[in-house]
C-alpha cells in the first residue's frame, strides 16, 4: 500500500503532528512500508501457531513473600490528627 503526500498530512493533522513539507516524501516511504509489512503479516497463515506470553519460553523469577519491615502503624497513629478502629479519617473532598 502507497500512502501520498496528501494522505500523510491527513493523517499529521489527525493526530495533531507538525510536519514540515520537505519531510512529508519521508513519512510517506516509511508509513508505506509499515502498512506493507502489516499487509505482509495479516497474509500469513497462523491457523496453528499457539500464542505465547514470551518470545523466549522464560519464567519470572519472585522472590520470597516475607515481611521485610517492622509494623509501625501504632506509632503512625498515635501522631495521625484523625484515627478511628485503626484506619485514617480524612476530610470528605467528594460530594
Given at each position: ?6 494522505d ?15 519531510d ?5 516511504q516509511?508509513l508505506?512500508?509499515m502498512l ?5 503479516m495479516?497474509a500469513l497463515?497462523?491457523?496453528n501457531?499457539s ?10 523469577r519472585?522472590r ?9 502503624r501504632?506509632?503512625f497513629?498515635?501522631i495521625a490528627?484523625q484515627?478511628?478502629?485503626?484506619l ?6 467528594i460530594?
Amino acid at each position: 500500500m502507497s500512502l501520498s503526500a496528501t494522505d500523510v498530512k491527513k493523517i499529521a493533522h489527525l493526530a495533531r503532528l507538525g510536519i514540515e513539507d520537505k519531510d512529508v516524501a519521508h513519512y510517506a516511504q516509511d508509513l508505506s512500508g509499515m502498512l506493507d509489512l502489516v499487509a505482509q503479516m495479516n497474509a500469513l497463515n497462523t491457523e496453528n501457531v499457539s500464542a505465547m506470553a514470551h518470545p523466549l519460553e522464560q519464567h519470572q523469577r519472585l522472590r520470597a513473600d516475607v515481611v521485610s519491615e517492622v509494623n509501625l502503624r501504632e506509632q503512625f497513629q498515635a501522631i495521625a490528627p484523625q484515627v478511628e478502629a485503626g484506619l485514617y479519617l480524612v476530610p470528605k473532598v467528594i460530594e
